[in-house]
């Protein structure tokens, strides 16, 4: 599956931003998503994830009660809303797909549980 994230931009500090990942090629529907990020000097961390079914979400301590993911699945598209953002959050954001394990139950937060990853899009929150 291609994964093709946009949204990303500059906000201060308390701000909102809405990253979108566009799906295409294999059945969007079959795949766990996760979003991911990679701050500049850091290790690539996990943000978010949901299942295929949508049933069953998981995030990160760090923003948790504060970003939200979601999916349309007429748009093949995986959202992360993100509120009351902080500096902390600054960094090239990256979606991916869990592809060679479709159907899977579990919402995975390693990097390495994902396969498939979309091009990033960089989120600045300045204070």
């Known amino acids: 599956v291609q994964l093709q994230a946009s949204g990303g931009g500059l906000v201060q500090a308390g701000g909102s931003l809405r990253l979108s990942c566009q799906a295409s090629g294999r059945t969007f529907t079959n795949y766990n998503m996760g979003w991911f990020r990679q701050a500049p000097g850091k290790e690539r961390e996990f943000v978010a994830g949901i299942t295929y079914s949508g049933g069953s979400r998981y995030y990160a301590d760090s923003v948790k009660g504060r970003f939200t993911i979601s999916t349309d699945n007429v748009k093949n598209t995986v959202y992360l809303q993100m509120n009351s953002l902080k500096p902390e959050d600054t960094a090239v954001y990256y979606c991916?797909?869990?592809?060679?394990?479709?159907?899977?139950?579990?919402?995975?937060?390693?990097?390495?549980?994902?396969?498939?990853w979309g091009q990033g899009t960089q989120v600045t929150v300045s204070s």
């Open positions: 991916a797909a869990d592809v060679r394990r479709p159907f899977r139950e579990v919402v995975s937060g390693r990097i390495d549980d994902y396969d498939n």
